[in-house]
């Protein structure tokens, strides 16, 4: 039987093998540089398809399709989101992905986007921070400890320089775990009783709670002048996180409005609530945080273009290392028309 030719072949990164990379790169280098493609691609937002994400809704949770391309590179990523699954032991959120030639079709890279997501979603929150937050924000509050919650803690530190985390989950085993996985870090960690003592003190406030339901985790009173909120968790309908009075005092940042509308925070607002795009800022566009009396908020559900930069930081990162292996998942007749006769002949053999 003859063996498949190298350009057949694609480089698949196994749950193994991306722990071992982000460990070769360092995870806050690894935070850093992935931010860095995030941001270089919400700079180019004019280039990509956008739409929003294709979503299978069942009673218990949801999977969806995040497909876009920059004309080059066409990416998809494979996502789910099932808050009933802890209770299981199995994860809330698992991913993978794959990124192509939009030339050939071929497809130049599989790869698992479980930690992927973690590590593109926290880049993401702490790329916009760096925008929008309040100058010298040095404490976040962390709302929700579950897989997503050291992740967005190093990031934040990585990117926009917090000093201190302040944790609060209604489990309390769920802050123990993220304040042991965030012990030795060089970060200060405080466990807090209530999520009013956890948001003490913060200038960045992280919500990233799963349960799919309209859930007030900050309720109006609770949000002071002057800080960023970094809204995550409600990302599908019928799940949100906010008080919709913080909504009206704020001035909401999105990724793709289309997208944001039926999945944000702002999904209980009007249809045409004021929002602005991340990019439009980035590119000066448009204003961020214009006073240090603001709520800027990120509305944040996670869009295809983050995971686009996210599978092109991969693929140019894992290119010549060993944290891959070469699949054999495209037929390569020695003749393109004789895909028949390949067939044939591997009976023979
Ligand atoms: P997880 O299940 O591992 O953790 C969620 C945590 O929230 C749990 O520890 C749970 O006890 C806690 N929680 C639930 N209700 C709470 C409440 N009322 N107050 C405080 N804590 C509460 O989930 P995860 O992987 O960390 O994801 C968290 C959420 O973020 C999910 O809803 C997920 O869909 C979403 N998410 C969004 C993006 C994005 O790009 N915006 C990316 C990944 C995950």
């Not at 973690?118 to 993401?124: I, K, N, P």
């Not at 962390?142 to 992740?151: D, K, L, T, V």
């Not at 002057?226 to 409600?234: K, P, S």
């Not at 699949?327 to 020695?334: E, F, K, Q, T, Y």
């Amino acid at each position: 039987m003859s063996s498949p030719s190298e350009k057949a072949l694609v480089p698949f990164v196994s749950v193994e093998h991306m722990m071992q990379l982000v460990h070769h790169i360092g995870i806050e280098s690894a935070l850093r540089e992935l931010a860095d493609y995030v941001e270089d691609d919400f700079k180019r937002w004019d280039q990509f398809d956008k739409t929003p994400r294709v979503a299978s809704h069942s009673d218990v949770g949801v999977i969806e399709l995040m497909p876009t391309s920059d004309g080059e590179a066409y990416g998809f990523k494979y996502v789910n989101g099932h808050p009933k699954n802890t209770s299981e032991g199995l994860q809330t959120v698992t991913a993978f992905g794959l990124l192509a030639d939009v030339y050939t079709g071929y497809p130049v890279l599989l790869t698992e986007m479980t930690l992927l997501t973690a590590l593109r979603t926290a880049a993401t929150s702490a790329m916009v921070a760096k925008h929008l937050a309040p100058k010298g924000a040095d404490t976040m509050a962390m709302i929700g400890n579950g897989a997503q919650s050291e992740f967005q803690t190093l990031a934040m530190k990585a990117i926009v320089g917090i000093k201190a985390v302040r944790l609060y989950d209604v489990d309390p085993a769920a802050s123990e775990k993220c304040a042991r996985n965030l012990s030795g870090l060089s970060v200060d960690v405080t466990v807090c009783k209530t999520p009013e003592e956890a948001i003490q003190g913060a200038q960045i406030l992280t919500t990233c709670t799963a349960d799919k339901r309209n859930a007030t985790i900050l309720s109006d009173n609770m949000v002071g002048s002057g800080v960023h909120i970094n809204a995550i968790g409600g990302d599908c309908p019928g799940k949100t996180e906010l008080a919709a009075g913080i909504l009206d005092r704020a001035n909401v940042f999105v990724e793709f409005p289309e997208q944001t509308r039926i999945e944000g925070e702002i999904q209980q607002m009007p249809q045409d609530f004021p929002v602005t795009e991340v990019w439009e800022v980035i590119t000066g566009k448009k204003k961020g945080r214009v006073d240090d009396k603001q709520i800027t908020l990120f509305d944040g559900v996670g869009f295809a273009i983050e995971d686009f930069s996210a599978l092109r930081f991969i693929r140019d990162k894992v290119k010549d290392t060993p944290y891959q292996t070469k699949l054999d998942m495209l037929a390569d007749p020695d003749d393109p028309r004789d895909l028949f006769g390949m067939l044939s002949r591997a009976k023979e053999d």
